[in-house]
């Protein structure tokens, strides 16, 4: 799948808003080290339930080894942990910083996140903390018993069909509140909001059910006081589980985190051009794995990009809901804006797509064994679906992400293949994906099961031939995904020195490439290899590619002929959206295989319109494919041609 690599700029900008955020207002009264440390509890399921230690360093210098020890009750135990390493002696853990090295910054804080086995809410809380021998709450001797007080005033506000906002008055405490838990009628807790915040959004809620609230506070010494009175909740009437579209119909499309930079692409511009009314499906591109195979958000090196995820206010004009985002919510960015149209459109899901181009590195590592896989499936469904997302710029906390994901899309590129240059693969990688997807598969089975839902699994899948045959165990996979996504473009690129169509539907007479692809051979390598044409979905891109330095050749089309290089492009060399190749003048505009190209007698576009777009799709059904997906979504115009040619010839 074709990225646009994150700018550096970007990175600089996450590294430094990290840097500047504080997750937890500390206590006013710390010992010498400036240091403490807070627990908070996110939500509960069956037998398993997450948490959080987050760091804090109001000191003068950096923390670069910190060893935090805990004991937990009996019954209790830690079965994964990320952003830090574990030892175990009974009862007892000590976390100490992760391989790659987690040094907390002056003045800032740092996250470690966890999923535990046993006990029930309100039971499972650690004793005896300690970070580097101190108390973890940093004062001095004797560790604070005092609780703080019961807070009151508890509303509710912004009722939808799957989510609520509460607000209540703030507790106080001898030392300092740190944080509070929501908790539902069977004293579970439903969302922990970490700081000072008096008001926190509950999401994945069911349609037309009433719900009962209770609110407590804690402080850095892991006292909690007594649950605020309760409150009642009834959501509005909706859709409880969208319906899963008839085969043929699925319309997926990517949004990209990165696209509200450069090419200004938000979220409230697939509502305003009706592309969201013509969707089943959002991808969103792309969750991060660390180098230890964990679902991440944003790493100690910068990488990533919370402040586009969660952390970015928008303005009324830019908003879904046409309200601007307040300063002390906690959550905003594009996650809030996916909540916000769904919230409009209560049969579109939103899946997260982990992986892409660059992000795939990290993937044969931690699909290696299985307790690797385990540690990667626990982390991505707890950062995403459970929605227990890391405190950033005062947004974020345990359980403020709940409710936008429905479910997780696989962009693995390659398993047992080379893909971005640094991407590691091995051969075991073919029996390895197998085992990570039915592993996925069980373990959204079973948050199904405890949300009276249904969480979808879907991949996006290459069109070489060779690369199905070395990577993927096709009638395994088969069995536990809900569908696959073909590549149907990508075909060449500015890799290659001469024209060529990088998304035709059927191979090109004379064509000089030894390496001949189209959606024909693509498509035949899964199907012969025992997948459902009904599961599959075509890949069809809202971009071009293109060269420069081309000469007409004997038919005067430019077609196969030798190029200088690739043609300039706004964001990338050799690749321009279809909203700016619509409207380039003096050129040439050409027809065959199911696409088109543009060409002036120098530079050579190949593109799809709304008519090339229609082919891609008449035949896709005609193969009795399972829909169209889109990479991606912002390459449209304002109007939604692209969208609503796919629209109109799959049937409304």
């Known amino acids: 799948m074709r990225t646009t690599n994150r700018r550096g700029w970007l990175a600089a900008c996450a590294t430094g808003l990290l840097l500047a955020s504080t997750a937890v207002v500390a206590p006013p009264a710390l010992a010498a080290t400036g240091v403490t440390v807070v627990y908070s509890e996110g939500s509960h399921w069956g037998s398993g339930y997450s948490g959080q230690f987050t760091i804090n360093n109001s000191g003068a210098t950096a923390l670069s080894d910190w060893n935090i020890a805990i004991t937990l009750p009996s019954g209790v135990s830690i079965s994964s942990l990320w952003n830090a390493q574990m030892a175990r002696s009974g009862a007892t853990y000590t976390l100490t910083p992760p391989a790659w090295g987690a040094s907390v910054p002056a003045g800032g804080s740092y996250s470690i996140g966890f999923n535990g086995v046993g006990g029930s809410s309100g039971a499972t809380q650690p004793t005896g903390c300690t970070v580097n021998g101190d108390p973890c709450?940093?004062?001095?001797?004797?560790?604070?018993?005092?609780?703080?007080?019961?807070?009151?005033?508890?509303?509710?506000?912004?009722?939808?069909?799957?989510?609520?906002?509460?607000?209540?008055?703030?507790?106080?405490?001898?030392?300092?509140?740190?944080?509070y838990e929501i908790i539902n009628a069977e004293g579970n807790v439903v969302r922990n909001v970490v700081g000072t915040t008096t008001s926190a959004t509950v999401g994945g809620l069911t349609p037309d059910t009433s719900y009962a609230f209770r609110v407590r506070a804690y402080d850095a010494a892991g006292n909690k006081s007594e649950a605020s009175s309760e409150i009642s909740v009834r959501t509005l009437a909706g859709t409880t589980n969208p319906p899963d579209p008839s085969a043929g119909d699925r319309r997926v499309g990517y949004f990209t985190q990165w696209g509200i930079y450069d090419r200004g692409y938000l979220v409230n511009n697939m509502d305003d051009s009706g592309t969201a009314e013509k969707l089943t499906h959002i991808?969103?591109?792309?969750?991060?794995?660390?180098?230890?195979?964990?679902?991440?958000?944003?790493?100690?090196?910068?990488?990533?990009?919370?402040?586009?995820?969660?952390?970015?206010?928008?303005?009324?004009?830019?908003?879904?809901?046409?309200q601007a985002d307040s300063w002390d919510q906690d959550l905003r960015g594009n996650f809030n804006q996916l909540r916000q149209l769904k919230e409009k459109h209560p049969d579109l899901r939103v899946n997260i797509s982990i992986g892409g181009w660059s992000w795939s590195k990290n993937f044969s590592d931690a699909v290696l064994t299985p307790q690797s896989r385990e540690r990667l499936v626990d982390s991505c469904i707890d950062l995403y679906l459970r929605g227990n997302l890391p405190v950033f710029d005062g947004a974020g906390g345990p359980g403020s992400g709940a409710g936008v994901f429905d479910g997780i899309d696989l962009d693995w590129e390659w398993p047992a293949s080379a893909g971005y240059e640094e991407n590691v693969f091995r051969p075991e990688d073919k029996q390895n994906f197998t085992a990570v997807v039915k592993l996925f598969r069980e373990k959204l089975d079973a948050l199904g099961a405890e949300n009276g839902r249904e969480y979808e699994l879907s991949s996006f899948m290459p069109a070489d031939p060779e690369k199905v045959g070395v990577g993927y165990e096709v009638p395994q996979i088969m069995e536990d995904f809900d569908f696959i996504t073909l590549q149907g473009y990508d075909y060449v690129g500015a890799w290659q020195n001469s024209t060529n169509h990088q998304s035709n539907i059927t191979a090109v007479a004379d064509n000089p490439d030894e390496n001949i692809y189209s959606s024909e051979i693509a498509l035949d390598a899964w199907t012969s290899r025992g997948a459902d044409p009904a599961d599959i979905v075509l890949g069809v891109p809202f971009y071009g590619r293109g060269w420069t330095g081309v000469a007409p050749g004997p038919n005067g089309d430019g077609l196969f002929q030798t190029a200088s290089g690739p043609a300039p492009g706004p964001y990338e060399a050799g690749i321009e959206d279809f909203k700016n190749l619509k409207n380039l003048s003096g050129y040439t505009l050409h027809r065959d295989a199911g696409t088109a190209w543009l060409y002036n007698g120098t530079t050579w576009w190949q593109f799809d319109d709304a008519v090339s777009m229609t082919e891609k799709v008449d035949w896709a059904r005609a193969e009795g494919l399972g829909g169209v997906m889109i990479w991606s979504l912002d390459g449209d115009d304002s109007n939604g041609t692209l969208i609503t040619a796919i629209d109109t010839a799959l049937g409304s």
Do not use: H
């Not at 001095?140 to 069909?161: H, I, R, Y």
């Not at 660390?290 to 402040?307: K, T």
């Open 283 to 322: 991808n969103y591109a792309f969750a991060n794995i660390s180098p230890n195979g964990e679902c991440f958000i944003v790493n100690q090196a910068g990488q990533g990009d919370a402040w586009a995820d969660y952390g970015r206010s928008f303005t009324a004009a830019q908003s879904v809901n046409g």
């Open 137 to 179: 709450d940093g004062t001095p001797g004797t560790p604070d018993s005092e609780a703080p007080s019961k807070p009151g005033g508890l509303t509710s506000s912004n009722v939808t069909s799957s989510g609520a906002t509460l607000s209540w008055t703030a507790a106080t405490d001898n030392v300092g509140v740190t944080g």
